[in-house]
């Protein structure tokens, strides 16, 4: 039996492995124990501007300089390895079985920033080198380790492998995914019925994948202003989506794979006894033409995962002494590239918490509430958007309006970040980290927005209104058009009111006018995006209009 440790980790993925530098790196004894072994594959490749402004947090307010290389594809490539992919926009192109897609349903956003760049991390190499961070930081590990059972007792939790061997500590924090051990033994998982959503997935790395821009067959006035090779794909059709996540598109790149996956309504589309996943995705993919002319020459290069359907959630996240995180607690679908994001803020949350429950010798369930209510919130509002999207996906007048809220969401939680951030790094104050906690709606895209709320029941409202045949798609996509155009949470200049507006690409000089809209004009719960005030009351500068610009 090893030495008894302060947290035991299962699970050394990038949560497991994020949160035990974090934790050994604040002089915390964390033991990392895993079932497999580094490097490995891993899908969730794909990371959004939040996702980025998260880990640069982590880095700077536990002092892990080495999470810093995640927050560009510069720092990927030359701190990890020319593996990843650069990643500038999400793309999505609408699809009907037999036929060319229409010009008029392409959609892509590219949210601005002008330091962070969003990336395609190829996870093998990511994940392994997050790994060896929290090594040189202090934790000790254990790969190749089967859980045969898990202790929780009033003074201890312990680990006990097939093997015999025994781990014990003062905490668990289980980030080991969807076999989770912990739910299984407390009985934690939710029945299916508790969520909305209904999807199955099957996925793999491919080699001679080809760009969708040299598959379609449109005039270049409909090409969007970046191409679509140099972004996340999504290529939706009824009820479903295939992604394209290419870590072969930028110069620079060594790795010549591309990230491929389907994910689809189990109930619409039931899986096959008789044949293979791969027999099932070129069968499936040879319905839409564009999408056959991408797959139609690669080659797979590892087996596929396929399973039934994914989502899942549980009953309670936190307990005495113990921690469900990240896809351990739940998962609902990959679309909108949420796991990493959700990843980081359940880190961010957890970590303070469990540094002074562990210097305090206090584990009481009450002082890690928000981390369970945050949890909870992610998978709920997760789960409402991404089954309004699949609802949407029918016809494109719906899509094109809940495409918007979501749109709608990104730049003002991206200010808030940053103005929260901003004091805290001008005060060294971390009670200004634990106030953006603070917020009515946890989990929401927009949590501190009673706005933003309102307009995300409406889509929700109207969505489940046409899943339920009491609506026409076409009159729901056109009242929460509507609803979008009139909320005042939608912010001006960006093109989000404007249903025509295929392309969100916003210049330099959109966002100034934006930032002057938002600060003359714009509803007084979003005011403080653009200004803010410090620790004392001052008012911050208003740093939107140089500090949010396009990446060249």
């Not at 099957?202 to 040299?214: A, K, N, Q, R, S």
Request: hydrophobic share 35%; net charge negative.
């Amino acid at each position: 039996m090893s030495r008894r440790h302060d947290v035991l980790i299962l699970g050394s993925g990038i949560a497991g492995a994020t949160l035990g530098a974090i934790l050994a790196r604040q002089g915390v004894s964390v033991l990392l124990l895993d079932g497999a072994v580094h490097p490995r594959f891993a899908v969730g490749e794909s990371t959004t501007l939040y996702t980025l402004k998260v880990f640069r947090l982590l880095a700077r307010r536990y002092q892990v300089p080495e999470l810093e290389p995640l927050t560009s594809y510069s720092g990927c490539r030359d701190q990890i390895g020319p593996t990843s992919g650069t990643k500038r926009h999400f793309g999505f192109i609408r699809h009907e079985e037999g036929k060319e897609p229409d010009p008029a349903e392409f959609n892509q956003f590219s949210p601005p920033s002008k330091v962070l760049q969003t990336s395609h991390l190829f996870r093998q190499d990511t994940d392994a080198y997050l790994f060896h961070t929290a090594i040189r930081h202090g934790c000790d590990v254990r790969q190749g380790f089967a859980v045969q059972d898990v202790e929780l007792a009033d003074d201890h939790v312990a680990l006990i492998g097939r093997d015999g061997d025994r781990y014990e500590g003062r905490y668990l924090v289980d980030a080991s995914g969807f076999r989770s051990p912990l739910a299984a033994m407390l009985n934690l998982r939710k029945p299916g019925s508790a969520l909305k959503h209904h999807s199955r997935s099957m996925f793999t790395h491919m080699i001679g994948v080809l760009p969708t821009d040299e598959c379609l067959r449109v005039d270049a006035g409909d090409r969007p202003p970046i191409p679509w090779v140099e972004g996340t794909m999504h290529h939706t059709f009824e009820r479903g989506w295939f992604w394209s996540i290419p870590f072969n598109n930028t110069a620079d790149s060594r790795n010549p794979l591309v990230s491929v996956g389907l994910t689809f309504d189990e109930r619409r589309y039931p899986k096959p006894d008789d044949v293979s996943p791969e027999e099932e995705f070129r069968q499936f993919a040879a319905r839409f033409p564009v999408v056959d002319r991408m797959f139609r020459p690669a080659r797979t290069v590892r087996p596929w995962v396929s399973a039934n359907r994914i989502q899942y959630t549980s009953e309670r996240t936190v307990g005495y002494r113990w921690c469900l995180m990240s896809h351990a607690a739940g998962f609902i679908d990959p679309l909108y590239s949420r796991g990493l994001t959700n990843t980081g803020e359940v880190i961010n949350s957890l970590a303070w918490r469990l540094l002074e429950a562990l210097a305090e010798d206090d584990f009481d369930t009450t002082r890690f509430q928000y981390v369970e209510d945050l949890q909870q919130g992610l998978i709920k509002y997760n789960d409402e958007l991404v089954n309004c999207s699949f609802v949407s996906f029918s016809d494109h007048s719906l899509w094109n309006a809940v495409y918007r809220v979501w749109c709608a969401a990104e730049v003002p939680i991206n200010l808030r970040f940053d103005r929260f951030t901003e004091r805290y790094v001008e005060s060294g104050d971390d009670g200004v980290l634990r106030a953006m906690e603070q917020a009515a709606y946890p989990g929401s895209p927009v949590p501190g927005s009673p706005g933003y709320q309102s307009l995300f029941v409406e889509m929700v409202r109207l969505c489940e209104a046409v899943d339920r045949g009491e609506r026409s798609a076409a009159d729901a996509g056109k009242e929460l058009m509507t609803a979008v155009q009139n909320s005042p949470v939608v912010l001006e200049h960006l093109g989000l009111r404007d249903p025509g507006c295929r392309f969100i690409y916003p210049q330099p000089a959109d966002l100034r006018r934006m930032a002057h809209w938002l600060r003359h004009e714009g509803p007084d719960e979003l005011r403080y995006l653009t200004t803010g005030v410090d620790v004392r009351g001052r008012p911050l500068p208003a740093a939107v209009d140089d500090a949010m610009v396009m990446p060249t």
